[in-house]
């Protein structure tokens, strides 16, 4: 019986190697699965090379090369929700209404135009009336330190649209 036992205990220590054998390389790299190249995992990942999603590739551009929403949904290319609740509650009208906020003679800058249609194209009125702007002249103090501060303009513009970097878009009215 003796030798059985060793016969036995030798089988168990030779599977046990075995497995160790076959399993070590896996444990110490942390997956089974060759590791994707550079390349691979940056398509993987939905990002081009410089980090920056590839589906807004197929948007177009402004002229300083920022994505201009309002092109693509005139070009019929994005089709924005008026709500994320379903179902969805009635779209407001594109309100096709300038605002023209005159700047300082000191400020060697155009007059900013503030058109209403491109917002309306995206947004419901009550997104901005009246928590973000009150809805009667001279009663918002909108400055440039106030919108970079994410006040007014600065609530959307700078985070989810277009930056600041395009000056004569808002600054687009002679004085």
């Known amino acids: 019986m003796g030798w059985l036992r060793s016969s036995l205990n030798g089988c168990r220590l030779h599977r ?3 497995v160790v054998v ?9 997956c ?9 995992a940056v398509l993987k990942s939905g990002l081009d090379a410089e980090g920056h999603p590839i589906a807004l ?42 605002i023209v906020f005159n700047i300082s003679e000191a400020y060697p800058v155009p007059n900013v135009v503030f058109p209403h249609a491109p917002h309306t194209m995206w947004l419901n009125c ?3 009336h009246p928590t973000i702007f009150i809805m ?4 918002n103090p909108v400055s440039m330190d106030r ?6 303009c ?16 808002c600054h687009s009215r002679p004085k």
């Open 16 to 18: 046990f190697s075995t």
């Open 22 to 30: 076959f399993l070590l390389p896996m444990l110490l790299s942390g």
């Open 32 to 40: 089974a699965q060759p590791k994707p190249s550079k390349s691979e």
């Open 57 to 98: 590739q197929v948007l177009p551009r402004t002229g300083v090369g920022d994505i201009d929403w309002v092109a693509a949904i005139k070009q019929g290319i994005l089709h924005p929700k008026g709500s994320l609740a379903a179902p969805s509650p009635q779209d407001s009208p594109i309100l096709n209404l300038d």
């Open 126 to 128: 009550n997104n901005c």
């Open 136 to 139: 009667r002249q001279g009663a």
């Open 147 to 152: 919108i970079i501060k994410g006040e007014y």
């Open 154 to 169: 600065g609530r959307c513009h700078g985070v989810v649209a277009f930056p600041f970097t395009d000056c004569l878009r």
